[in-house]
């Protein structure tokens, strides 16, 4: 069990550009989700995936960001346009759905800046 | 709706004395509870967690938790702080049925530990 890793571990953008993040789960976890957190703040939740399908997503997720989990295996998360509001850090946990726990494992995070 | 709200922003303790982290939370189900603490450039790290099972929760690194329905209080306790345990601490909610899976974090409390 080498935990969830995400990538890249920080990226710093120009306003406008795209940028894509990823994150690998725990590879036995069938449930995968985005979280973003400021500054001071607690982890928001953004998006939730079980296995490949897409099943929720938060009123934060505009729609210049969009996540993929194509195999149900790993994950992209695609900043369009990117803006300034945009810089926090990006997390993502995965689980494994058929317990009723409901525990997160947490990667370490993908710290956007945008200049 | 689920809501948690930590009371403190900021707690310093001296290390070997108790350390009390306060959580209130707001949930229109029957909640299960965490507590995750973050420590600088690493992961969040699931400390305890409450399911409906038994009121007083054991966690790692000697911390404690008691669920009180009739407070909808969820407190962090520890008998004796130790260096190592300055962090962050995140109080978390999230329904214990039903499809939903996403987790709501409180905005956190800075736990300083001063020798």
């Known amino acids: 069990d080498t935990g969830v890793s995400q990538n890249p571990r920080h990226k710093i953008t120009k306003r406008g550009q795209n940028v894509t993040f990823r994150c690998d789960p725990i590879?036995?976890?069938?449930?995968l989700y985005w979280y973003r957190q400021t500054l001071g703040q607690g982890p928001e939740f953004l998006t939730y995936?079980?296995?490949?399908?897409?099943?929720?997503k938060s009123r934060l997720l505009s729609d210049r960001f969009s996540a993929e989990r194509p195999k149900g295996s790993f994950s992209t998360l695609e900043i369009q346009r990117t803006e300034q509001g945009d810089s926090a850090m990006y997390l993502c946990a995965s689980s494994l759905g058929q317990t009723s726990s409901y525990e997160q494992y947490f990667g370490p995070g993908t710290r956007l800046t945008v200049t | 709706a689920q809501s948690v709200t930590q009371l403190d922003s900021h707690v310093s303790v001296s290390e070997g004395t108790p350390v009390l982290l306060r959580c209130n939370y707001s949930s229109s189900y029957s909640p299960s509870l965490f507590w995750y603490v973050q420590h600088p450039n690493k992961g969040l790290q699931l400390l305890l967690k409450y399911t409906s099972a038994a009121t007083l929760v054991k966690g790692i690194n000697g911390f404690e938790a008691e669920f009180k329905k009739s407070e909808t209080s969820f407190h962090l306790t520890k008998p004796s702080a130790h260096m190592s345990d300055a962090a962050e601490y995140f109080c978390?909610?999230?329904?214990?049925?039903?499809?939903?899976?996403?987790?709501?974090f409180g905005s956190g409390t800075q736990l300083t530990v001063l020798p």
């Open positions: 978390v909610v999230t329904r214990s049925s039903g499809s939903a899976r996403q987790l709501t």
């Open positions: 995936f079980q296995n490949e399908a897409q099943l929720e």
């Open positions: 590879s036995e976890h069938n449930r």
